[in-house]
Every structure is written in structure tokens, then in C-alpha cells.
């Protein structure tokens, strides 16, 4: 009998394994690998756990958990990249599956009806998507029609110049008369006309403050996000809010100022690096008044702009994306519909990239190929991929511009005496990165 049961064994053995592989197949293909994460709290997920400064808090769980890391708000699952070779996964490797936009219900376009007029918020890059890049690049953004518009952004730098030599020995909040040069510049190539006069201190600030709120609003944390059930019910107003607001404005124009605020408070806490801008500037531009044709002949300017934007990149996190469908990053699950973002506030100062990744230091760009056109992972200011930033080619003629024409003719200077090492660079967190505290300078027109 016990040779029967011995002969039987042998015989079931090879089934038995098969049985058993089938099972261990089948259990983990109902429980992928996602990326590790700080453990969620019942209901809430890690909401509680994310603070003020997201940003700063998902750059320190990615020193515990890695550069890949799954986090859950509310029943939203988060994915997040913080490392070069995760962005490159992320933004090239699987951009088509990964380029749907998550977008949160308080912006308009969440709506069926408009989403088909939004570029940045679209659900999906699918044919009208497709069509209104193509409108942007060829009309607004190409070569062409960007060296069209440089008369007209340099007529509103000297605008701007004009009013700053008016304000001589007084405080001037630089974030407010740099909104309204660019948000002139952008109005004209749309609209051919100023929205809002230099002079017009309280309009400006009025217009600012505006754009600042849509800002807030589209990035402040809203329940129907985390529990999309609740999306038709508005609970904090926020839709509301933004109906009002999100549609009349260009976010260009915010990320634009903060970018040109931040510089010019890093210059003025580094007194060496801005004393090489000017020098530059009076060597390459003399009398004259910068112009878009003078900006490839000041690579130091340029490095500055490229640095600023590394420790300051206007939108940390970029616009959220939405997996299409399931797939594999770095050999972990994204499942379907999670919302994925780049963190490429931590990339910019990681140190196994950067020397030094929290000092100014514009000279790392010098003799450098590293650019902001989405080729470079290390460096995302603007994105990469399908989802880059529209505006890129803009924005990389008008910032340096506007940089070049406030050092060129003004020596400035901390009101009350302050010391520039005591400068306050606090963040405000937003879609866009801004200072928390306006920068306050004092203009003195140089002779």
C-alpha cells in the first residue's frame, strides 16, 4: 500500500506545482507592485502627512523610499518621480501612455464642454489637442512669428525701464511692474493692446493679485480630488471661485515674473554674479538697450536665468499626468487613471547631480550643453515630451530680456537697509513656486 502512495506522489506531484504556480500567477496579477510610500492613514491615505510645501515633503520621502514612490489622497493614488532616470521613464519611455492630463475639478476644463478648448488641461493629446499645439507653435511660437514679436516685448522693456527710472530712491514691488511688462507683452500678441498701465499702481496690483488667487485656487488641496464621488458637489466652493478667475489670465505671465523675481533676488544675495552680469552687459551692449538680438552673446545672464530656474523652477511639480492605461516604470506598477507628476523641484537640487545643489552658482551653465528644451532629464524647468510647456520659446526670449534691462540700467538696492544675506527667500507652494515674501527694491539709475 505505501508503494501505491509513493507512485501516486510522484504522479501528482508535477500537477500539484502547476496548480500552485497557476494560483501564485493569478494572486499577483491581482496585487501589482506598486512603488513603496509612506504608509496611509485610514481614509485620509497621506494627506495629513503632506504639509505646506509638498514639494519639500515628497523631496524627503524620496530619500527614504526612492526615486519612485506611490502615495494615497484620500482614494487617489500618487505617483512620483524624483530622479532623472524616473523623469526619462515617465516623459519619454511611456509618454504616450502617461501623457492623459488628471485634471483637478476645479479647473474649467474639467468641464466636457470646455476641455476641448484647453491645451494644458486637456484630458488626452488626441486630435484637438493635436490641432490647438499646432495653431500655438505655428502662429504664436514658431521662429518665425517669435522674431516678429521682439519689436514689440523690447517697446515694453523700455516701457518698464521708463517707469523704474520715474521711481528712482523709491521702494518698488518688482514682482507687480514685471507682471504688467509681461502681461502687456502677451496681450498685445494676442489682443494688440496694454491691460494694464505701468502708472496704475493699484490696477497692476489688482491684476496680480487676480491671477495670484486663480493660482491658489487651482492648486489649493480640494476634497473632490481626493474623493472624486464628491466631484459634482463643490463642497469648498473652489469651481465656483474659478469660473470667475481661471479662464481671463495666462499663467504664463505668473511663472514668467516669478522666474525674474527670483533672479533678481539671488543677484542681489550674490553681489559677484551680478556684478558679472553687468559687466557683460556693458561689454556686449554699450549705450545701447538690450535687445532679443544681443541675448546668445550673454552666456553669464543666460546661466543665471538656467540656475534660477533650477533651484526656483516655476512649477515644481509640473501639470499632473494620468496613466492611460496600466504599465511598468523602474519595474513598478502605474496602475490605470493615477495621477503621476515629476518632482523636478528635487531633481534641481539633488546632490548626487549638483555640486553644491543649494548655492547660486550660475557658472555650472557656462561651457555647458545642459538646456531647458525637454532633452535634458536632470533639468525639467519647462518639461519634456508631449506635455512640454507651449510657451517655452516665449518665455526664453521675454525672462532674459526683462532680467537684462533692469541690471543694465539700475544699480539696486534692500529698502530699511537690510542686509541682502538676511533676504527672505521663503516659498509660497502654488502651481506656481513664488516668493513668499515680494521682493522690495530701491532703483538708482545708472548714469
Not at 512603488?35 to 481614509?43: Q, S
Amino acid at each position: 500500500m505505501s508503494g501505491t502512495y509513493i507512485i501516486f506522489s510522484i504522479l501528482l506531484s508535477p500537477l500539484l506545482l502547476l496548480f500552485l504556480k497557476h494560483i501564485k500567477s493569478t494572486f499577483l496579477s491581482k496585487t501589482p507592485l506598486l512603488p513603496p510610500g509612506p504608509n496611509p492613514w485610514p481614509i485620509l491615505g497621506n494627506i495629513p502627512q503632506m504639509g505646506k510645501k509638498p514639494h519639500v515633503t515628497l523631496t524627503k520621502f524620496a530619500q527614504s523610499y526612492g526615486p519612485l514612490l506611490s502615495l494615497k489622497l484620500g482614494s487617489q493614488l500618487l505617483i512620483v518621480g524624483s530622479s532623472p532616470a524616473a523623469a526619462e521613464e515617465i516623459l519619454k519611455t511611456h509618454d504616450r501612455i502617461l501623457s492623459a492630463r488628471y485634471v483637478p475639478h476645479v479647473v474649467p476644463a474639467k468641464s466636457p464642454e470646455l476641455n476641448h478648448l484647453s491645451m494644458g488641461w486637456a484630458f488626452e493629446c488626441n486630435d484637438k489637442w493635436k490641432y490647438l499645439r499646432t495653431i500655438c507653435r505655428t502662429e504664436l511660437f514658431s521662429g518665425k512669428a517669435i522674431e516678429s514679436q521682439a519689436r514689440l516685448r523690447e517697446e515694453k522693456v523700455m516701457e518698464m525701464v521708463e517707469f523704474m527710472r520715474g521711481m528712482e530712491g523709491e521702494v518698488v514691488k518688482i514682482g507687480e511692474v514685471v507682471f504688467a511688462t509681461v502681461f502687456n507683452m502677451l496681450s498685445n500678441v494676442m489682443m494688440s493692446r496694454d491691460f494694464i498701465g505701468l502708472g496704475e499702481e493699484s490696477l497692476g496690483g489688482v491684476m496680480k493679485s487676480l491671477v495670484r488667487r486663480v493660482m491658489e485656487v487651482g492648486s489649493a488641496p480640494n476634497l473632490s480630488d481626493f474623493y472624486p464621488i464628491l466631484g459634482g458637489l463643490d463642497l469648498q466652493g473652489l469651481k465656483k471661485r474659478s469660473a470667475e478667475l481661471m479662464e481671463l489670465f495666462f499663467a504664463g505671465t505668473d511663472t514668467s515674473t516669478s522666474t525674474v523675481e527670483w533672479a533678481m533676488a539671488e543677484l542681489i544675495k550674490n553681489p559677484k554674479s551680478m556684478t558679472k552680469v553687468r559687466q557683460e552687459l556693458v561689454r556686449e551692449i554699450n549705450q545701447s538697450f538690450p535687445k532679443e538680438s544681443h541675448l546668445p552673446q550673454l552666456p553669464y545672464l543666460q546661466a543665471c536665468v538656467k540656475e534660477t530656474l533650477r533651484l526656483h523652477p516655476p512649477a515644481p511639480f509640473l501639470l499632473p499626468h494620468r496613466a492611460l492605461a496600466s504599465c511598468e516604470v523602474m519595474n513598478y506598477t502605474i496602475p490605470k487613471d493615477a495621477q503621476v507628476i515629476v518632482n523636478v523641484w528635487a531633481i534641481g537640487k539633488d546632490p548626487m547631480i549638483w555640486e553644491d545643489p543649494l548655492q547660486f552658482k550660475p557658472e555650472r551653465f557656462l561651457n555647458s550643453t545642459l538646456d531647458y528644451k525637454g532633452n535634458d532629464y536632470n533639468f525639467l524647468p519647462f518639461g519634456a515630451g508631449r506635455r512640454i510647456c507651449p510657451g517655452l520659446p516665449m518665455a526664453a526670449k521675454h525672462v532674459p530680456l526683462v532680467l537684462a534691462s533692469l541690471i543694465h540700467f539700475f544699480d539696486w538696492s534692500l529698502p530699511d537697509g537690510i542686509d541682502p544675506n538676511e533676504l527672505d527667500m521663503s516659498e509660497k507652494f502654488g502651481v506656481t513656486l513664488e516668493m513668499e515674501q515680494p521682493l522690495l527694491l530701491i532703483p538708482k539709475v545708472i548714469k
